[in-house]
């Protein structure tokens, strides 16, 4: 691995997570997540695998930890719509500026919008039978990543399922990403912040071999196609 993917760079921040970020920027990535998304993260996957099979039979409970624009909650609706099946999904973020471009551009999903940390949830009392993040985890400090993994852990219902993805650091994925999103950058990705900050992200994410060495017992980690990583904790215990 190159010089400068051989290890997480902290050091960096992307340029979204500015307060003073450009609103017409910010605005124009959010509106951009669902393409990107869908291409680098596969989110049909995720509900042939682990949505769908676990909605049959009673309403779902889904929280979206760091949701931003909403996309992955938004897609969720409409899959579980489309398939006559019943979900109650929660779209968290601590961004304001999320939240309010989020709640703004529903359209007719359902999904609830929260500006909150999982922290308080769990201090509610609150519970969910599927826990989810997407390329949220390259965003955390360690002991904010402990805090995460055990808040995600503690708002399961019995049975319930936490599913965390994010994208593995590499040179494949820097290059990939790279080659992706150049011939995007002056049309569907002008004007936005996805192509700075997707380079910048990958270099600020972890490795499979990082986080296996610092997720609490119980969890596992494991790699996919391309360049994806996925820490994942399933409740053993029987749902209601």
């Known amino acids: 691995m190159s010089s400068g993917l051989s290890a997480r760079d902290v050091g960096i921040r992307e340029l979204m997570d500015d307060p003073r970020a450009d609103e017409r920027m910010l605005a124009r990535t959010y509106g951009r ?8 993260s596969r989110p ?3 509900y042939r695998r682990d949505i769908r099979p676990r909605a049959v039979g009673a309403p779902l ?24 099946l019943e979900a109650e999904i929660t ?20 999904v609830r ?31 904010e990543l402990q805090t995460v993994l055990e808040d995600s852990r503690r708002l399961l219902a019995p049975g319930g399922l936490a599913a965390h993805h994010d994208i593995a650091r590499g040179r494949t994925a820097y290059a990939l990403f790279a080659a992706a999103t150049w011939p995007l950058s002056r049309n569907l ?37 391309p360049s994806r990583l996925e820490v994942r904790w399933e409740d053993d215990r029987a749902r209601p």
């Open 189 to 225: 990705l002008a004007d936005s912040f996805i192509r700075v900050d997707g380079l910048l992200s990958i270099r600020r994410s972890h490795t499979v071999a990082e986080l296996r060495a610092i997720v609490p017992r119980g969890w596992r980690v494991r790699g996919g196609v």
């Open 91 to 110: 779209a968290l973020d601590t961004d304001e500026r999320a939240i309010r471009w989020a709640s703004a551009h529903d359209r007719g999903a359902g």
């Open 44 to 46: 049909g996957l995720l």
């Open 61 to 84: 409970r889904i929280l979206d930890i760091g949701a931003g624009g909403g996309d992955l909650c938004r897609f969720l609706a409409g899959r579980l719509r489309r398939d006559g």
């Open 113 to 143: 919008y929260r500006r909150a940390l999982s922290t308080e949830l769990v201090d509610a009392g609150e519970t969910f039978d599927v826990v989810l993040s997407n390329h949220v985890l390259h965003h955390l400090d360690d002991a």
């Open 33 to 40: 997540f669902g393409f990107v998304n869908a291409v680098v």
